[in-house]
């Protein structure tokens, strides 16, 4: 039996998060860890494609919170049925519980849903503060480097001919 770890960051800004859980997987004997930067309710995760690859039966899979192996209830779900199906069993270190009992189950169900809602709640964050800084007239994407007066300024070197357009990139 191997103790066999995943780790999983939203953004890359996270770094000492995901170091804060890959720290609490090898405290917990994991032996191998793997990690992915990204959505958890993206299908997109390398590291847990490999990491699901390299479980055997009898090894346990070991996240520090449930919602870093995904976001989406019934993701969570299906992933914990085919880990049993396996016979690899599944192990989150900040939730005391047992999926192979009744009542184990029905709170990994409990929790995957109250994942699922948090990233919801996050979305939707996310939409009404787009919403609030454009009703403040704020654009969204990095500020414009091309102003209307440079490009007037680039126009008229480009009409002089004179200048290739290498050097008036250059200049401006």
């Known amino acids: 039996m191997e103790l066999v770890g995943y780790a999983r960051v939203s953004t890359r800004e996270e770094r000492q998060v995901l170091d804060r859980q890959l720290d609490a997987l090898r405290a917990?004997?994991?032996?191998?860890?793997f990690d992915d930067r990204g959505s958890g309710a993206s299908a997109d995760r390398p590291g847990l494609r490999a990491c699901l690859d390299y479980l055997r039966r009898g090894?346990?899979?070991?996240?520090?919170d449930l919602d870093r192996l995904g976001r989406l209830a019934g993701e969570l779900i299906r992933l914990v049925d085919e880990l049993e199906a396996r016979g690899v069993g599944f192990r989150a270190?900040?939730?005391?519980f047992d999926t192979t009992t009744p009542?184990?189950?029905a709170f990994l169900q409990i929790q995957a849903a109250f994942a699922e809602m948090e990233r919801n709640v996050i979305r939707q964050r996310v939409r009404e503060g787009i919403a609030a800084a454009r009703a403040r007239g704020r654009k969204g994407g990095r500020p414009r480097r091309m102003t209307p007066e440079r490009l007037r300024y680039a126009q008229h070197l480009m009409a002089d001919r004179s200048r290739s357009v290498p050097s008036i990139c250059h200049e401006l």
């Open 28 to 33: 917990a004997g994991c032996e191998r860890v």
């Open 59 to 64: 090894d346990v899979l070991v996240v520090l």
């Open 93 to 96: 270190l900040n939730v005391d």
């Open 103 to 105: 009542m184990g189950r």
